[in-house]
Structures are given as structure tokens and as C-alpha cells.
């Protein structure tokens, strides 16, 4: 492999980047004030709860699977730990051991859809669509009033700032993703998990349980979900039975924009970060720029799909410098021989 | 075509037909004449060309050169429709019936019966199923779905379409046998001689002699692309015909009986490291009894449905026995998984090397330490500089040629991408090697450079059990050849005793 290719799939492979330095260059030209601080700030701050999700969709994706349960998760599992120290049980719990719980919480709710889809065989999307309705039910059952006043501890991920005012949301979302880079590059659970997706009789001869990778899936998922709770319960103060909804949607957006595949089997964190990132941006240009409320959504729509339409293309690109370097291994064996 | 009265005009001739590939000749001056009423067997080994004779004539690949006559018309290539329109119909070896689909609309898709107003007259459609299956004798309701047939009544009911609605003059039966049942290859046959009695021209691909012989007018040998004769198969024999199957002699002394098991034991010095006792699954193979030694290489030989792909998937826990004992270094062991026959040093090289093999959209350089990767940690975390050498020194050792490590794996060649399963069991350096056709689909070069691989570096200190789409491979290769047929072992041949055309006619089951 020459350099020029090098630099050419370096460039294919970071496209997401590519088009957020250029989303951000526009946006800063016409709106000066988005290139202020606390603009910058403000969007990562706004990016945190759905980049969760994102990753959380990403890793599921990866191996194949489809998780739309995600956003109700991410309003039962607060609602629970919430329920349980403010009313079920009179003493109240230890702050600390409610987040801990949350985030128990969606590990089992990723464990039971990890367990149904892959023992009982029930197809992801059917399975998870159900319990996205379940959930989100229940939480409106238990939920019918918001539930206030959690405490400083509970909210601390969710609304406190460090120095220089940058919220604690964001450094634990860039934790979280540093975390999930690792492993997904630098460990051989990463490896399993990639193999899962893009070929599971594969992966399996091979010597992977991949029933299991499957389940973990889908506990990261959940535990991501759960995540992206405490953070949204943190920021408003409160739990309501309305956090997350038409969320996820939006995650397969990120995700196919970060370089994932709906048939699994590919995908990294640092690209599914750039796809939650790129979203978070378009939304807060959008509201920048003013434009009317009512043709706000249709334009975020019509954003991702330029967006989906543009990593098409990276494909083809990428499968073009393929073929080209084929062809010029071709042409320099026939010199070769003529020589 | 009336019947009787034009019978010596052929109904399809082909005229030195060749189909050149890059690096292969897959058919070479070929002719094949057809008469009306007249079953006509194609035979010979696997790649000899009888799939693609087959897929010229029914339009699926055009000829490189040559000419094909059909009634009299010159065409240098047919397409897919043209050759429906002339009235030439297949049936492959995999039926294709639609599983949602009733036995009927499976028999009348596409060409419904429509009123005028193009709706589907489905009284008529369930009526003319019926009575096509009464007149066939096939015993299955018309409007039973296709997904609760059998395999057999499946493939059964797919000739039957050819045969009575497609209305096909000419019907290629490519291999149907392989997997019909005894009952229903019955109604085949009683179907073949009634429609031979209409003119019809039928063309059997098979393996089995015993079924040309059984149902054949004539027969055209292939071997190595190329048409070897057409005979009257009254005229020949089976030894004749395996001789011209394989193009080798019978050696002269031939009553001598190869002697079996005992003396290939008492030749064996190594130890033993897997031995196999009365496995057996019900449906695919019945007591399996061998032993594999160390630095020994055996061949499972055997045409499709003798069992042998399953008992290489059931040594690597893919697939798992009724009954029976496998016992590994003196233990009895059962293989649940893949991931537990590696823990128990037992490799497996699939078969279908894309859709069980590899990953193909990710890189070389993961796929070839997808087994091994565990060894390959530091810590919690892969040692990314030792993988990396793993993996070059792989790449060099089975000469893969890529760009670089991190190419995906579906941009090589399939040689390239077999070299890379190959270097993934290899890594985890196992001390049973079963190998399930590594030599199918791949080219001559690949094919010499994988055996010799098989011969010297995989044998080192490890058994191997290998298959073969070619006997000529396995004679090759192996010490040993242990013959199976209908699932069950048959014969076994020592090295000093193989003979293609011995081992070939104990295939097909016969004494050789």
C-alpha cells in the first residue's frame, strides 16, 4: 500500500470529521455566534444524553442487532431507582448506591433482551420494539407526575460544572467513549464483538460464543441507556415519564454516520462519536440560525439525510481506491514482465 | 414435436463449445447431441465442466466459442429467457420451491391461469395441481405450503412443474437424485419413462453409475472439460465407465483385495490422537469407527450425502452425535462447541469458506488472528506489535498476496482468501486438523501450494483428516482413504494400494 492510498482511506475512514470541521466552518461564517466558547460548550453539553444512546445503539449495531428499547430505558431505569428512594422505601436509599442502581437497573434490562433474543430466538427489532412500548408504559404508570428534587448527589453527573464551567455530562461522556474505544480496538472482547456481526457462523467456527457477545451487547446498551438517564434526570432536577422519547431514531442516524452498519460488523467509537457530535451540531445551528419552529424538524431531517446519502458515497470512494490500486498492481506486473 | 416421425433430427446439439476462464478452461471443445426421447447421462469427477455444459445450455453463462443448435436454429450463446422460450428446463440439485407458497401456486408460478380481467382463476389452479399430482402419484395435497414438504417431495414436485407445466421439451436434471428418497426417486423414475414415451428429451447429471446405467439411453463422459465419448450405455460396463470417468487403467492384478484395517494399524507407529468409535447420527452417517494418528494424514471419501462433511462437523462441535464415543489422548471427550474442540486442540476448516469461514468485510490481519487472539493478550489488552508479527509472518509463510494487512478480506482473490482460513487454524496450532474440501473453488497454483502446506507444515506433530471435491487431491495427499458411502464406511485404502478408479467405484458402493 503506497502513501497516497494511505492518506486517501485515512480520509475516507474520518469522513464524519471531515464533515464536521466543514459543518462547523459554515456554521461559523454565518453565525458568528456559534463559534463563541460557550456555544461550543453548550453543544457538547446538549450532545452528552444522546451521544450515550448513540454509542449505546453503536455497540448493538456492531454485532448485528438492532436496539430500539434504548430511549424508554433511559426514563425507566431513573424512574425506578428514583421511586425506590423517594417513596417505596421509607428510609430512602444511599445517593450513591441510587446511581449505581440506575445504571443496574438498565444492565438488566439489556440482560433480558440480551437473553430473549439469543435463547429464545426472537428477531432484535420485534423483541426490543415491544419492550421500547412495555417500558415506556410502565413508566407512565408509575410516573403519572414528575418526580423532583433528587438530591445533589444523584445530579451531579447531570448538571454540575467543573472549571472553566464544562459540564461534568461532557468529560464523562468523553470518558465513556475513551473507555469504549479501548476496548472495542485493544481487546480481544472488542475483536469478538466485530467478528459477532460480520459473520456470525463465521465467529462461531471460529471459537466465539457468540450468543454471548450478542448479550453483552446488548448489557452495554442498556447500561448506556441508564446512563443517559442520570443525566437527563440530572439536568432538569427531576424524573418525568416523557425523557428520551423520539430519541432513538435519531441513534441509528449517529450510528450510520459514525461508520456503523445496519447489518453489523462495523463501526469504532471514535467515529460513533463524530456521528452524535454532527447531530448535536446540525440541532444547535438549527436553533441558532432562528428558523421557524415548525419547518425546524423537517430541516433536521433533511440534514441527516444529506448526511447518510454523503457516507454512501465514502463507501464507493473507499471501494474505488480499492480497485484502483488493483489496477495499477496489474499495470506495474505487465511492466515487469514486458521488462 | 410430434412423436416418432422426425426422432433422428437431434433436439439440441452443441458444436465445439468451450468456456475459458482466467487461469481455467472449464469446458474445451465440447459436443453433446441430443435426440428426442432419449435420456442422455452426463457424468464424470467434480470440475470436469458437467455444471457448466449445463448452465450454456440453460442460458445462464454464454460459451466463449462454439455453437449450439437447437431444432435446427444456430445461436453462439443463449440467454435465460430464450432458452425457457425454446422449451429447455432445470432442475438443480438445491430445490428452489417457495416456502409460503402452496403446492399449486409453486407449480403455477409464474404463469397463472388469468380470467381476462387478470385475476388468478385459483379454482382452476388447485384443480389442475391436484389432478397433475394424482397422474404423477406424488402423494402430497396441492394445497399443502412448501415449507412442509420434505427436501425430497420439494425437489420431487419442482421436476414435476418441468415436466407438466413449463412443459419443457428438453429437461436438464442436474444431480436430483442427491437428494430425493428411495420412494420418491421411484416416481422419478417412472415419470422419466412416461415422458420419454412423449418425445421429450431428458439430460441426467449424476454420480452415481449405477443410476446411469438404471435410467440412461446414452451417456457422454467428461473429464477435465473435456466431452471423452458418448456411448450407448448398453455397451459398457461400470468398470468401463469408472475407467472413463477417472481415465485410468484398472491395474491387471486387480482381484487382489486391498487388506483393510489391521495392517494400517500395525503400519502405524505414532501414537493415536483421535479415535472415533460407532458415531452415529441419525440421517447423516452410522458407526463411524477409525483412528487418527499422529503426523498421519486420512481422506474421507465420499459424494455428496455419504456423510462426510457431517463427521468433520461433528468432531468440531458444530454438530453434535446420537450415539458413539470420540476419544482424544485416551479420554472420552464430548465436543459441545467450536470454541471447545479448539480448547481440545481440534481445528476445523469449513466447507464454504465465505459464509462459514471468514469475516469478509474486515481486514486480513482480523480474520487471520480471529482464533488465536486470546493468546495474543498482554494483560487485558492485545499486544497489537505481536499480532501484527503473527500476522505477517503468516501472510509470508502461506504466501497470501494483499496489498497489506488491513485490506478486507472480500478484495482477494479466492485462493488468497482460502490461504487466509487456512493461516487462521493453522495459528492456533492445533493438533487435529479437519480439513472440508480446502481445495474447492480455488486455482491450480493455490490448490498445489495448499497441499504441499498440508503435506509438510499441518501434519508436523498433528493428525489431519481432510476432504476432497477431488479424489485425485486426496491420493495426493493422504496415507490413508477411508471410504464412505451412504453414511456408513465402506472401504479404507493404504497408501501403497490407491487406485482412482478402485477408490471411485467404492464410492459409488460397489466392490472394487
Redesign the interface.
Known amino acids: 500500500?503506497n502513501r497516497r492510498?494511505r492518506v486517501e482511506l485515512f480520509f475516507l475512514d474520518n469522513l464524519i470529521w471531515a464533515i464536521i470541521v466543514l459543518f462547523f466552518g459554515i456554521n461559523a461564517f454565518f453565525t458568528p455566534s456559534f463559534l463563541k466558547y460557550e456555544n461550543i460548550v453548550n453543544i457538547l453539553y446538549h450532545s452528552s444524553i444522546l451521544s450515550m444512546l448513540v454509542l449505546g445503539q453503536g455497540i448493538v449495531l456492531i454485532t448485528g442487532n438492532i436496539d430500539l428499547s434504548i430511549e424508554s430505558t433511559l426514563a425507566f431505569a431513573p424512574a425506578i431507582a428514583m421511586l425506590l428512594a423517594t417513596k417505596w422505601i421509607a428510609a430512602g436509599l444511599n445517593p450513591y448506591f441510587s446511581i449505581i442502581l440506575t445504571v443496574l437497573i438498565g444492565a438488566c434490562v439489556g440482560l433480558a433482551n440480551g437473553f430473549f433474543i439469543t435463547r429464545i430466538g426472537i428477531n432484535s427489532f420485534i423483541h426490543t420494539l415491544s419492550l421500547l412500548i412495555i417500558l415506556r408504559g410502565l413508566t407512565l404508570y408509575l410516573v403519572p407526575f414528575a418526580i423532583f428534587k433528587l438530591g445533589p448527589v444523584y445530579t451531579f453527573l447531570g448538571s454540575a460544572r467543573m472549571a472553566g464551567k464544562i459540564p461534568v455530562a461532557v468529560l464523562l461522556m468523553f470518558f465513556i467513549f475513551f473507555i469504549m474505544a479501548?476496548i472495542l480496538k485493544?481487546?480481544?472482547f472488542g475483536?469478538y464483538l466485530?467478528?459477532t456481526g460480520?459473520?456470525p457462523?463465521?465467529?462461531?467456527?471460529?471459537?466465539?460464543?457468540t450468543k454471548r457477545m450478542v448479550v453483552f451487547a446488548f448489557i452495554i446498551s442498556g447500561s448506556l441507556a441508564a446512563v443517559a438517564g442520570l443525566l437527563a434526570a440530572g439536568r432538569q432536577d427531576a424524573v418525568n415519564n416523557s425523557m428520551g422519547k423520539d430519541m432513538v431514531l435519531f441513534t441509528f442516524a449517529g450510528a450510520i454516520l459514525g461508520g456503523c452498519?445496519l447489518s453489523g460488523?462495523?463501526g469504532t467509537a471514535l467515529g460513533i462519536l463524530g456521528g452524535a457530535l454532527l447531530l448535536g451540531m446540525i440541532n444547535n445551528s438549527l436553533t441558532l440560525i432562528g428558523i421557524n419552529v415548525f419547518i425546524l424538524y423537517a430541516t433536521y431531517g433533511l440534514l441527516i439525510f444529506i448526511a447518510v446519502i454523503l457516507d454512501r458515497i465514502r463507501v464507493k470512494l473507499r471501494e474505488l481506491v480499492?480497485y484502483q490500486?488493483?489496477i495499477r498492481?496489474l499495470r506495474s506486473k505487465a511492466n515487469a514482465a514486458r521488462l | 414435436m410430434k412423436a416418432g416421425n422426425k426422432s433422428n433430427n437431434p433436439l439440441l446439439r452443441l458444436e465445439r463449445v468451450s468456456k475459458l476462464y482466467p487461469g481455467t478452461i472449464a469446458l474445451y471443445n465440447s459436443c453433446l447431441e441430443l435426440l428426442p426421447g432419449e435420456v442422455h447421462g452426463v457424468i464424470g469427477k467434480n470440475g470436469a465442466g458437467k455444471s457448466t455444459l449445463v448452465k450454456i445450455i440453460s442460458g445462464i453463462i454464454p460459451p466463449t466459442s462454439g455453437l449450439i443448435l437447437l431444432q435446427g436454429e444456430e445461436h453462439r450463446a443463449l440467454t435465460p429467457m430464450e432458452a425457457r422460450q425454446h422449451g429447455i428446463g432445470i432442475v438443480t440439485q438445491e430445490p428452489q420451491v417457495i416456502p409460503d407458497f402452496s403446492v399449486a401456486e409453486n407449480l403455477f408460478t409464474p404463469a397463472y391461469p388469468c380470467n381476462r380481467w387478470k385475476s388468478i382463476r385459483w379454482s382452476q389452479i388447485n384443480a389442475r395441481a391436484a389432478e397433475i399430482l394424482r397422474q404423477t402419484g406424488i402423494d402430497i395435497s396441492a394445497r399443502a405450503k412448501g415449507s412442509d414438504l420434505t427436501i425430497s417431495e420439494q425437489q420431487l414436485l419442482l421436476v414435476t412443474k418441468a415436466f407438466y407445466v413449463d412443459n419443457a421439451q428438453i429437461i436438464i436434471l442436474d444431480e436430483v437424485t442427491a437428494s430425493l428418497s428411495e420412494k420418491d426417486e421411484r416416481l422419478l423414475y417412472e415419470m422419466i419413462s412416461r415422458e420419454k414415451a412423449k418425445q421429450k428429451a431428458i439430460i441426467y447429471i449424476t454420480h452415481r453409475m449405477a443410476e446411469i446405467v438404471k435410467v440412461c439411453d446414452r451417456v457422454t463422459v467428461l473429464r477435465d472439460g473435456q466431452t471423452i465419448v458418448t456411448e450407448q450405455v448398453s455397451r459398457l460396463n461400470e468398470r468401463e465407465l469408472s475407467q472413463l470417468i477417472t481415465g485410468q487403467e484398472f491395474p491387471r492384478d486387480s482381484q487382489k483385495m486391498p487388506e483393510s484395517k489391521a495392517s494400517a494399524a500395525s503400519e502405524q507407529r505414532e501414537p493415536v490422537l483421535l479415535s472415533v468409535e460407532r458415531l452415529t447420527k441419525a440421517g447423516n452417517y452410522y458407526d463411524i469407527s477409525f483412528d487418527l494418528h499422529r503426523n498421519e494424514i486420512v481422506g474421507l471419501a465420499g459424494l455428496r450425502g455419504s456423510g462426510r462433511t457431517e463427521i468433520l462437523k461433528t468432531l468440531?462441535g458444530?454438530l453434535h452425535a446420537d450415539t458413539g464415543k470420540v476419544i482424544l489422548a485416551g479420554k472420552a471427550r464430548g465436543i459441545g462447541?467450536?470454541?471447545e474442540?479448539?480448547k481440545q486442540g481440534i481445528a476445523?476448516l469449513?466447507e464454504d469458506r465465505d459464509?462459514?469461514?471468514?469475516?469478509?468485510?474486515?481486514s486480513v490481519r482480523?480474520n487471520l488472528?480471529?482464533?488465536s487472539?486470546?493468546s495474543?493478550?498482554k494483560g487485558?489488552?492485545?499486544d497489537?506489535k505481536a499480532e501484527l508479527s503473527r500476522t505477517k509472518g503468516l501472510v509470508n509463510l502461506l504466501s497470501i498476496e494483499t496489498?497489506?494487512t488491513?485490506?478486507?478480506v472480500h478484495?482477494l482473490s479466492g485462493g488468497n482468501k482460502q490461504k487466509v482460513v487456512v493461516g487462521?487454524i493453522i495459528s492456533?496450532k492445533p493438533k487435529i486438523f479437519l480439513l472440508d474440501e480446502p481445495t474447492k473453488g480455488i486455482d491450480i497454483g493455490t490448490k498445489a501450494s495448499i497441499l504441499e502446506m498440508v503435506r509438510t507444515k499441518l501434519r508436523e506433530n498433528a493428525g489431519v483428516l481432510i476432504t476432497s471435491p477431488g479424489l485425485e487431491d486426496l491420493i495426493a495427499v493422504c496415507d490413508r482413504i477411508i471410504v464412505l458411502h451412504e453414511g456408513r464406511i465402506v472401504n479404507e485404502f493404504l497408501k501403497r494400494d490407491f487406485d482412482e478408479s478402485r477408490v471411485y467405484l467404492a464410492m459409488q458402493g460397489m466392490r472394487p
Open positions: 500500500m492510498m479501548v485493544n481487546t480481544p475483536r466485530l467478528a460480520g459473520n457462523i463465521a465467529g462461531f467456527i471460529s471459537g466465539i460464543n452498519s460488523g462495523k480499492f490500486e488493483n498492481k | 468440531s458444530i462447541s467450536p470454541a474442540a479448539l476445523y469449513p459464509r462459514e469461514g471468514l469475516i469478509e468485510k474486515l482480523f488472528s480471529l482464533s487472539i486470546a495474543l493478550r487485558l489488552f492485545l497489537k496489498p497489506s488491513e485490506e478486507e478484495y487462521r492456533r
